[in-house]
């Protein structure tokens, strides 16, 4: 079925260091691919999204492009900050019968940064 | 806009009690999501509505649990009897037709 595997965390890096967190996705069609953040003790916010093969999408510093032939879409970031801490989620959206484009999450990964 | 709002934050209760959960969606979204996160399980989709009627409940993990959606804008979770292996944090998410979801901020559910 479909699905979104993400990298293991903790990943751990030092202020200003270079991020990716990798993820791939299998999936029977052509689904949009999002990346959601979640703070400590908050709900999941939507960080960026693609909608369709090439396409980057991008927001405060993060990107993230949907490659088909290799079906993932790579978390990156050129240098993190201490309030960037936090687990980051790789989603895929279906359309299921009924409608509706239902999110399947990956695992999540949670990132710390240290001053 | 208010966003989502669940309450309560916290919920400590006793096993065998009944639990229910709020949440209040952003006005003019017509889905409604219901999902639990555990370190073990990750995020699991329970349930979700479009306009107030459930569609998919096949995560619902027990007849333990139950959700209503009255009207457009309220929704419950009900947990009876509740059980220590529901302890998890409950998030509910609205959104219009195709995603992005918003999320509130969640109910941290402890049963001792």
């Known amino acids: 079925g479909d699905s979104v595997t993400q990298m293991e965390g903790p990943v751990t890096l030092s202020e200003e260091a270079f991020l990716t967190i990798n993820c791939t996705y299998t999936?029977?069609?052509?689904?949009?691919l999002f990346w959601y953040v979640q703070y400590p003790g908050e709900g999941l916010q939507l960080l960026l999204k693609?909608?369709?093969?090439?396409d980057k999408g991008s927001n405060k510093g993060f990107e993230a492009t949907y490659r088909k032939e290799t079906t993932s879409f790579h978390l990156e970031k050129g240098s993190v900050q201490v309030s960037d801490s936090a687990v980051y989620f790789c989603?895929?959206?279906?359309?299921?019968?009924?409608?509706?484009?239902?999110?399947?999450f990956g695992a999540g990964t949670r990132l710390a940064v240290h001053p | 806009d208010a966003g989502v709002i669940q309450s309560p934050r916290h919920e400590v209760t006793e096993m065998g009690q009944e639990v229910t959960l709020r949440c209040k969606p952003i006005?003019?979204?017509?889905?409604l999501f219901w999902y639990r996160q555990t370190m073990m399980r990750g995020l699991e989709l329970l349930i979700y509505?479009?306009?107030?009627?459930?569609?998919?409940d096949s995560g619902m993990p027990e007849d333990r649990f139950s959700a209503k959606m009255p009207n457009a804008s309220f929704s419950t979770l009900k947990i009876q009897p509740s059980e220590p292996r529901d302890s998890a944090v409950y998030f509910c998410?609205?959104?219009?037709?195709?995603?992005?979801?918003?999320f509130g901020n969640g109910t941290r559910l402890t049963v001792t």
């Open positions: 693609a909608t369709k093969a090439d």
């Open positions: 998410a609205s959104s219009l037709k195709r995603p992005p979801l918003h």
């Open positions: 999936a029977t069609g052509y689904p949009s």
């Open positions: 989603a895929l959206s279906f359309l299921f019968s009924g409608g509706y484009n239902k999110l399947i």
């Open positions: 006005s003019g979204h017509d889905y």
């Open positions: 509505f479009n306009n107030n009627v459930p569609i998919d």
